[in-house]
């Protein structure tokens, strides 16, 4: 399955009000959603027809999150009959603030600018937020190396997933097999959490080096990813919609999600699953 396959099922499966995509590029990502959405790219060249309620900033990521309020076009206000004129939650201004529901993360191919993106996602986001990373599972060094010299380049954000299993072992954090080069799915947000923040410094002293990059075998032969299959046919979509519609609290959450999880990588293990 194509990564952009996998993206508009989970469009579908996730049912988001709104949607934040992090590099447009031509457009064929931000093509699939169909609620208010945010599509922020410094050189976006769009060639794709868009179908929805989008905000084009011409920017990079930094530069879009370091706003007084980046995602006021997705946000919810006083007025519930206005909302829903916009095609907004009609609620959400008195019930916490509006959320984002779905990110893509496909910006600058290099460790310290994807960390600072999740960092930035993460603090609009909630547990039930649904956060897909663009390629993070490197076929060769070549392809995983800061300097692009290869057509198909994924840079180093592979690094991310040791990032976070090491900083923040709250997360789930699930590796999908898709092609060409990966994705990986991040559940479970807190914005609450500044672990990141805090060791910034420190996280990109250690883990960003001068090429060639030491990639894991483990990456390349992708041993911890599921197929999307696999992970597209789960019940966990329906309990994550579930448990936002009701405002299930965070614990009850991160429990539901590591029940899945289990569920889902035993799963794609069986003899004759779709992996």
Known sequence: MQRHELLRRLHGLVAPRNYLEIGVQRGQSLSLSRVPSIGVDPAFAITKPVRCDLQLVR?????????????RHLRSGRNPLRNLRRGRPMFDHYRGGTRLELAFIDGMHLSEYVLRDFMNVERLSDWWTVIVLDDMLPRNVDEAARERHTVDWTGDVYKLIPMLARHRPDLTVI????????????LGADPA???LRDRYDEIVGEWVVPDPQAVPPSVFERRAAVSPEVLAGSALWADLVRGRRNRLGRGAGRKMLERHVAALMASDRQPGSAA
């Open 175 to 186: 590796q999908v097999d898709t092609e060409p080069t990966g994705v990986v799915v991040v």
């Open 193 to 195: 959490n500044t672990v």
């Open 59 to 71: 920017a990079t990521s930094d530069e879009f999150f370091a706003g007084r309020d980046p995602i």
